[in-house]
């Protein structure tokens, strides 16, 4: 089993900043994966960034940026220029053939 440890969720005016951080800890061996997803009310779980070939969604490229200390088993998601739209509870996601999450943080885009 794998543990996955959020923090950095808040409310931030459009333009701001927010950094979000992912602490995996357990049965971690091997080749691993790790991500950022993002849920709206009534919409499914999305994809944001990914650490495993560095994905971006193309809603967010060129304002996040998604950063790895794999000594650690941290990743960290760094987003800048906030908009409305960026609204949502954020997911952690850790993937070594399995699939584990974080408990989600809120994040909340308003002026």
């Known amino acids: 089993q794998v543990q996955l440890m959020e923090s950095g969720g808040g409310l931030v005016q459009p333009g701001g900043s927010l950094r979000l951080s992912c602490a995996a800890s357990?049965?971690?061996?091997?080749?691993?994966?790790m991500g950022w997803y993002r849920q709206d009310p009534g919409n499914e779980r999305e994809l944001v960034a990914s650490?495993?070939?560095?994905y971006y969604a193309d809603s967010v490229k060129g304002r996040f940026t998604i950063s790895r200390d794999n000594a650690k088993n941290t990743v960290f998601l760094q987003m800048n220029n906030l908009k409305p739209e960026d609204t949502g509870v954020y997911y952690c996601?850790?993937?070594?053939?399995?699939?584990?999450w974080g408990q989600g943080t809120q994040v909340n885009v308003s002026p």
């Open positions: 357990g049965n971690i061996f091997g080749i691993n994966v």
């Open positions: 996601n850790f993937f070594d053939g399995s699939d584990y």
């Open positions: 650490s495993g070939s560095t």
